[in-house]
């Protein structure tokens, strides 16, 4: 089903709860009545393009939303990207680890059962981190000032010679998926731990576990589909216009 402008932003949700974070990562609080997608947007000053970009990339994964949103300015690309790597850092990875805490088991292996959940959840958490700080500190920041250089009609020279020496496409090389520190978390699981007590939880945990995969894949997508080609493009306008 494609999202379009004119449908509630309700029956969206009704019909797809997978939407849920997205539609918060955008600031949009429930309780929106039977509001269209136009209206909440208008209401939210939110570029209803982008939004609906992203809306349908998250719901249907054969949606190839990457051209539209390339001629859309990359600060709010940006922008929804760091509002992404808040709800993975603040939200889901401390309900995640506030989940294993919850788990139980009985005999004298509970302790290292416990231990080594929370070794390999680690392991996850540090990847996860050392990969979204170094976006925010560096690749981001850069983006942007790349875009901003590109809509100057008087770009900075000194920015323009460092292109020589520094280019989103090392970048783009090296840009991991963080899949295999999540691939054995996610084995660790289903495979060798011992049954908790209340596996009701352990089911739980799986399940967040795979949503923030998905979630961080799509992530991922946006940022060499749109954000790598887009930059690579400025790089090259600027250098010529040098
Ligand atoms: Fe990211
Ligand atoms: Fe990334």
Redesign the pocket.
């Known amino acids: 089903m494609l999202i379009t402008k004119d449908l509630k932003l309700a029956e969206v949700i009704l019909r797809n709860y997978h939407l849920i974070p997205i539609v918060s990562r955008f600031g949009i609080q429930f309780g929106f009545g039977d509001k269209s997608v136009a209206q909440i947007c208008e209401q939210y000053n939110i570029n209803p393009v982008f939004f609906l970009e992203i809306v349908n990339a998250f719901n249907d994964k054969d949606y190839l939303p990457y051209e539209k949103l390339k001629k859309i300015p990359l600060s709010q690309t940006v922008n929804y ?1 760091l509002k992404s790597h808040h709800y993975y850092n603040k939200v889901k990875l401390p309900d995640i680890e506030n989940l294993i805490g919850r788990l139980e088991w009985e005999g004298e292996d509970a302790d290292r059962n416990k231990n080594v959940l929370q070794k390999f959840f680690g392991r996850y958490l540090k990847e996860v981190k050392e ?2 700080a170094n ?1 925010e500190k560096e ?1 981001y920041p850069y983006v942007l000032e790349l875009e901003k250089n590109y809509n100057s009609e008087k770009p900075s020279s000194t920015f323009i010679e460092n292109l020589t020496k520094k280019s989103i496409k090392d970048y783009a090389d090296t ?4 899949n295999a520190a999540l691939l054995d978390l996610k084995n660790i699981i289903i495979k060798y731990l011992q049954p908790a007590k209340n596996s009701e939880v352990t089911k739980q945990i799986l399940t967040e576990t795979f949503k923030l995969d998905e979630d ?1 894949k799509d ?2 997508k946006l ?1 060499d589909n749109v954000i790598v080609p887009v930059a690579v493009m400025m790089e090259t306008e600027l250098k010529k216009r040098s």
Do not use: G, K, S
């Not at 840009?175 to 963080?178: N, R």
């Open positions: 990207l990969h979204t976006e690749i840009h991991d998926e963080l961080m992530h991922t940022e």
